[in-house]
């Protein structure tokens, strides 16, 4: 079946713009994920969304970014006035209730 | 310190040689352990997941859990060109749900 799916694939944005990233999980997983990774490192958790109930956003580095997944199936990760520390790849995943996550392919952000 | 901690390498064997990659991590309440390949400029993949002390296989691969050690490690038997990625580890302090901690991961060179 299909996977996640994620995007723009690519996003180029000046300092200071606004950005949307979308995920759209596997068909009937409840869990989602949003993971920042930046070059020659592993995932960092971002926030994590059970059906449209934001769980955990813990990892959200700023007030920029927001998360929200309104009917809990597609989720958008909005980024505020973009700083270039904000460049890296945005990672989506989800799971059924199980912790094992499949990701999709990301979204490279680039802030020049 | 990161609570996932992995040798970064590169780790290089010959093709057909056992590849064994290890972590660490410094949570004791974690309850489930993965192994993640990812390929350059691609998104991570989940390739083993393993939830109890001991060995688990799957065709090539092997993961080993010891709890009391805080320890995890993946064996690649009979080592492919196409082995060659960075693995990356997570654990998870859940079993149903919740984020993964990732470690930066450990490349691998499989040299024909």
């Known amino acids: 079946g299909a996977g996640v799916s994620q995007s723009p694939r690519y996003k180029v944005a000046k300092r200071g713009q606004d950005v949307a990233l979308r995920c759209d999980p596997i068909?009937?997983?409840?869990?989602l994920f949003w993971y920042q990774q930046a070059l020659g490192q592993g995932p960092e958790f971002l926030t994590y969304?059970?059906?449209?109930?934001?769980?955990?956003k813990s990892g959200l580095p700023s007030d920029r970014f927001f998360a929200e997944r309104p009917e809990g199936s597609v989720s958008t990760l909005k980024i505020q006035r973009t700083q270039q520390e904000d460049s890296a790849v945005y990672l989506c995943?989800?799971?059924?209730?199980?912790?094992?996550?499949?990701f999709g392919p990301g979204t490279r952000l680039t802030v020049t | 310190q990161k609570e996932v901690e992995q040798n970064s390498g590169p780790l290089s064997v010959p093709e057909g040689a056992i590849a064994s990659l290890n972590c660490t991590y410094s949570?004791?309440?974690?309850?489930?352990f993965f192994w993640y390949r990812q390929y350059s400029g691609k998104s991570p993949e989940l390739i083993m997941f393993?939830?109890?002390?001991g060995d688990k296989e799957d065709g090539r691969f092997t993961a080993q859990l010891n709890k009391a050690s805080q320890y995890v490690s993946l064996l690649i038997r009979d080592s492919q060109p196409s082995d060659s990625a960075t693995y990356l580890c997570?654990?998870?302090?859940?079993?149903?749900?919740?984020?993964?901690?990732f470690g930066d991961g450990t490349t691998l060179t499989v040299k024909p």
């Open positions: 995943a989800s799971s059924f209730f199980d912790p094992e996550q499949y």
């Open positions: 068909s009937g997983h409840v869990s």
């Open positions: 969304f059970q059906n449209e109930a934001q769980l955990d």
């Open positions: 949570d004791r309440g974690s309850q489930s």
């Open positions: 393993i939830y109890s002390n």
């Open positions: 997570a654990v998870n302090k859940d079993t149903n749900a919740g984020k993964s901690t």
